[in-house]
């Protein structure tokens, strides 16, 4: 199986920043893209960023310019720095990754638990 955990979530004033981190551990053979989603309350959840293997980018509109994906492939790890937060930004933020578990095994989605980050005004 392959886990997904999230961390950096927490309570900021607007304006301020965070750094998210999720670190996928397990059987895993290959990463393929790896990403944020967020989902606030009565809201269905939301793509905020993704990034491929190789470092492609895509952001949801009202978080470019302030959110930078990243990720660390060594380590399994993406990244989710977000600056100059606004209220609107508050959420539980999941991290998503597309696995190759095994070398001959289809691609698989998986999800972390999520984490809280709320901004205050």
């Known amino acids: 199986q392959v886990q997904l955990v999230e961390s950096g979530g927490g309570l900021v004033q607007a304006g301020g920043s965070l750094r998210l981190s999720c670190a996928a551990s397990?059987?895993?053979?290959?990463?393929?893209?790896m990403g944020w989603y967020r989902q606030a309350p009565g809201n269905q959840r939301e793509l905020v960023a993704t990034i491929t293997t190789p470092g492609n980018t895509n952001y949801l509109d009202s978080v470019k310019g302030r959110f930078t994906i990243s990720r660390d492939n060594a380590k399994n790890t993406v990244y989710l720095q977000m600056n100059t937060l606004k209220p609107e930004d508050t959420a539980v933020y999941y991290c998503?990754?597309?696995?190759?578990?095994?070398?001959?095994?289809?691609?698989?989605?998986?999800w972390g638990k999520g984490t809280l980050v709320t901004v205050s005004p």
């Open positions: 998503n990754a597309v696995v190759r578990q095994y070398s001959n095994y289809p691609l698989s989605t998986y």
């Open positions: 397990g059987s895993i053979f290959s990463i393929n893209t």
